[in-house]
């Protein structure tokens, strides 16, 4: 199991990124996808997940509004887009299988974001 990150980077209050996630070791198409983040000194929580084929998502009540979660699931990949971020957004991003709970014990290296003026 695989999961790659990419797409972080410094952004000023109010900017938007889009972060990528490739998956590979598994049946990609079969599973909930999910959004993780963890900022320094606090625990990972998870930011939004999306369900295998419907494309059902659930967000943390914070980024509602401003984040959107897709997958494509002919290339194994997951996305997040993130808009007007804002400083407390600020954390690395992991994405990982699963939707209640994280299916594998093994995470990516995470996609560092940082929002600041």
């Known amino acids: 199991v695989q999961f790659v990150e990419s797409g972080g980077g410094l952004v000023q209050p109010g900017g938007s990124l889009r972060l990528s996630c490739a998956a590979s070791?598994?049946?990609?198409?079969?599973?909930?996808m999910s959004w993780y983040r963890q900022a320094p000194g606090k625990e990972r929580e998870r930011v939004a997940r999306i369900s295998p084929t419907i494309g059902n998502t659930q967000y943390l009540d914070s980024v509602k509004g401003r984040f959107i979660i897709s997958r494509d699931n002919s290339k194994d990949m997951v996305y997040l887009d993130m808009n007007n971020l804002q400083p407390e957004d600020t954390a690395v991003y992991y994405c990982?299988?699963?939707?209640?709970?994280?299916?594998?014990?093994?995470w990516g290296q995470g996609t560092q974001v940082t929002v600041s003026s």
């Open positions: 990982m299988a699963g939707g209640a709970s994280p299916l594998f014990d093994t």
């Open positions: 070791g598994f049946t990609f198409s079969t599973k909930h």
